[in-house]
């Protein structure tokens, strides 16, 4: 690490969960609203008046007060500390043509500190970027993943991770990794098939190398807490990530669903259908990702390209090959829609491939599947946030395991 990377992380925020590690990983709300019992209400209230100032943007003490719920008292002294901790800012006084003492306005300081976001859900490289607290990208890195693997898939993402650090201009926040696969919620790899690795602990290994707070969770989880903070979803939502492989993230009553062995959203090596079909890189045949995942699909494609058939035939055999894609997503998220009654799934990935035939055919065989009267309303669509998804739900990550807000 470089002086210039010491100097930048010597300038840190105290964890509004500090007892909570994986931050934002515990199974909460992801928004606070209301207050909490005493023994846990200066770090949630302290959340609140920043969840306050990061939504709403510049508000007077009094504002904020009547926005919370919480004293004028309590407020003035948790913006006291927020302005010592260089989070808050004050913005000059209110233009107001009330009589007395015009208020002061206060805001998030929104260049004060950065955020590293890392997307490793891409069959081809590894992602990052730096972000602002608002989740804008500032900076971008990538490094070919070459198909490694392992150790050396590791060290890719500490040289990715080295890269972006030397890239910040302000005090790092902490580091965001969205990974494929299942990730329990202290950063520990269990299980990514397609990277080699197993009982991974990513997260010890970065932050020994960096020293900066870390988070990592799955891709998916990280891009269906992008689309609850950055994509206008408002309600229940489940977002179906295809890239290297299929994964899906949920979120449920405005909290992420990660399942008893943190495998919620594993739906990539669910077997579709009793047809068998190609050999999965878990060993069963059949699993959703062998349809879905971009390689598979560009594979299948590429090989009707090289097929010397007319253009015609040609587009004719690469729609039939999206349409069951589709076909073997709506039979996946069928129960799962069913079960929860979503109003809504998001998809994530190559537009090119996601966005036509194949979004056609996963809503059509989702309807055909479920009760019209309970899912006929349910909506299918893109993300808006495109490729960037994953590195701004990275982003997110930081921003409610390190401050409470989203």
């Not at 500090?18 to 200066?42: C, W």
């Not at 900066?212 to 891709?219: G, M």
Request: include cysteine.
């Amino acid at each position: 690490m470089s002086a210039a990377e010491g100097q930048r992380g010597s300038s840190t925020v105290e964890s509004a969960h500090p007892h909570h590690h994986a931050g934002f990983a515990q199974s909460r709300a992801l928004r606070p609203s209301s207050k909490v019992l005493p023994e846990h209400a200066r770090s949630h209230n302290r959340s609140l008046v920043l969840q306050t100032l990061y939504r709403t943007g510049r508000q007077s003490r009094a504002d904020i007060a009547r926005e919370t719920g919480l004293t004028r008292v309590t407020v003035s002294d948790l913006v006291n500390d927020l302005i010592s901790e260089h989070l808050v800012v004050e913005m000059g006084q209110r233009e107001d043509a009330r009589p007395g003492k015009p208020a002061t306005i206060l805001d998030i300081d929104r260049s004060a500190f950065q955020i590293i976001g890392i997307d490793l859900s891409e069959h081809s490289l590894f992602r990052g970027a730096v972000l602002d607290l608002d989740g804008q990208i500032i900076e971008r890195a990538e490094l070919p993943l070459a198909g490694s693997t392992g150790a050396d898939a590791v060290a890719k993402v500490l040289e990715l991770t080295g890269e972006l650090l030397a890239l910040t201009t302000a005090p790092v926040l902490g580091v965001g990794i969205g990974s494929p696969g299942v990730v329990d919620l202290d950063g520990v790899v269990l299980s990514a098939p397609n990277l080699g690795w197993h009982n991974l602990d990513l997260r010890s290994q970065i932050e020994a190398r960096f020293g900066h707070p870390i988070i990592v969770a799955n891709d998916a989880n990280a891009a269906a807490l992008a689309e609850h903070s950055f994509g206008g979803a408002d309600g229940d939502l489940m977002i179906v990530k295809v890239g290297h492989g299929v994964g899906a993230g949920l979120l449920l009553g405005g909290s992420p669903l990660y399942g008893s062995r943190f495998a919620a959203g594993e739906i990539g090596h669910v077997v579709v259908g009793t047809d068998g079909g190609a050999l999965c890189v878990c060993g069963k045949r059949g699993c959703l990702e062998t349809w879905l995942s971009t390689p598979n699909l560009t594979l299948a494609i590429d090989q009707v390209r090289a097929s010397g058939a007319s253009q015609d035939e040609v587009d004719a055999r690469t729609d039939l090959i999206l349409v069951e894609a589709g076909q073997r997503l709506g039979i996946a998220l069928a129960p799962i829609v069913g079960a929860l009654n979503l109003p809504e799934v998001v998809l994530s990935g190559p537009t090119e491939l996601l966005d036509g035939p194949l979004a056609q055919a996963t809503i059509e065989t989702l309807r055909s599947r479920t009760m019209a009267e309970f899912h006929g309303d349910l909506t299918l669509r893109m993300t808006t946030l495109g490729q960037n998804i994953v590195l701004r739900g990275a982003a997110v990550m930081v921003l409610s395991g390190q401050l409470g807000v989203s």
